[in-house]
Nanobody, 118 residues
Framework: QVQLVESGGGLVQPGGSLRLSCVGS????????MSWFRQAPGKGRELVGS????????ISAGPVKGRFSISRDNAKNTVYLHMISLKPEDTAVYYC???????????WGQGTQVTVSS
């Protein structure tokens, strides 16, 4: 079955950078659309961005546009979320999601905590 393991979260000061990683196993990674979501305390899970099997990526419009980007390395079964100029409002649990071709639902990782604070 699909297994996803996120890593790279932690405590960072405002203006800092982080790179999150998500390693997938149990499925043909290169054929899946991979996405990053986040959930802040007391809020719903929101889409940060996605990257399709061809490597085309999109970042959601709004507060992360221009600061976050997504990449993938199919040889390593890994998707990355690159975050710069971090703000306290970026504090959240960040989740990796994997969606099979033509599927409507995601499989999820366990999440990794990102805290932006001085």
């Amino acid at each position: 079955q699909v297994q996803l393991v996120e890593s790279g979260g932690g405590l960072v000061q405002p203006g800092g950078s982080l790179r999150l990683s998500c390693v997938g196993s149990g499925f043909t990674f290169s054929t899946y659309t991979m996405s990053w979501f986040r959930q802040a305390p007391g809020k719903g899970r929101e889409l940060v961005g996605s990257i399709n099997n061809a490597g085309g990526s999109t970042i959601s419009a709004g507060p992360v546009k221009g600061r976050f980007s997504i990449s993938r390395d199919n040889a390593k079964n890994t998707v990355y979320l690159h975050m710069i100029s971090l703000k306290p409002e970026d504090t959240a649990v960040y989740y990796c999601g994997a969606r099979a071709p033509f599927a409507a639902t995601y499989s999820w990782g366990q999440g990794t905590q990102v805290t932006v604070s001085s």
